[in-house]
């Protein structure tokens, strides 16, 4: 069965800190990554997407993820995070398996 | 202005009734789905359907049920046999693109049963 593990629960950095949020997966078969991001009290939205190619893939807000196969992982990276940055992050494979979710605060 | 609407935002029910979640999007996306978000837990999914009239379980389906008469709506029933009712009940429907499927989301419903 599918899943996903996100082992940070809750981040804590001051603005501009470098961000990286880990992401594992167990699926033997071709997957499809992807982050979500849900800003307070807004809609879930895809924040960037990995199916093929380029495994370094770049998002929208200066985000992007590292899709690394050998080690079943597509860690979230930004260079310099902003207090608007401040949401919850999800992973998904294959658009349906999530995972639990990191809770990032940024602080100003 | 396309997009997915959920309503209520706020339910409030008694426990041992039924009730049903309104999930409608106008975006021409074939497939729907439902997930229950709970702290912690992220998003797990209860029911997807990928065309009218077909729906299949998700992971967490007992004491849920839905249907899928028309493309733009997919109900959510949550039944009196669901243990732990109280949560918060994201829909989202995708497209294909890039060989993969772009979920769109709701607003999302929050339940709370007394």
């Known amino acids: 069965a599918q899943s996903v593990s996100q082992h940070n629960h809750h981040v804590i950095l001051s603005e501009a800190a470098s961000l990286e949020l880990g992401c594992n997966y167990s699926y033997g078969g071709t997957v499809n990554l992807f982050w979500y991001v849900q800003y307070p009290g807004q809609h879930l939205q895809l924040l960037l997407k990995y199916f093929s190619g380029d495994p370094l893939v770049k998002g929208i807000k200066g985000f992007e993820a590292e899709f690394i196969k050998s080690k079943f992982s597509f860690n979230l990276r930004k260079p310099s995070v902003q207090w608007s940055d401040t949401a919850e992050y999800f992973c998904?494979?294959?658009?349906?398996?999530f995972g639990a979710g990191t809770r990032l605060t940024v602080k100003p | 202005d396309g997009g997915i609407t959920q309503s209520p935002k706020y339910l409030f029910r008694k426990e041992g009734q039924n009730v049903t979640l309104s999930c409608e999007q106008n975006l021409n996306h074939d497939a729907m789905y439902w997930y229950r978000q709970d702290p912690g837990q992220g998003l797990r999914l209860i029911y997807y359907s990928q065309i009218v009239n077909d729906f299949q379980k998700g992971d967490i389906a007992e004491g849920y049920s839905v249907s899928r008469e028309k493309k733009e709506s997919f109900p959510l029933t949550v039944t009196s046999a669901q243990k732990n009712p109280t949560a918060f009940y994201l829909c989202a429907s995708s497209i294909e693109r890039d060989s993969t499927y772009e979920q769109y989301f709701g607003p999302g419903t929050r339940l709370t049963v007394t």
């Open positions: 998904a494979v294959n658009d349906m398996r």
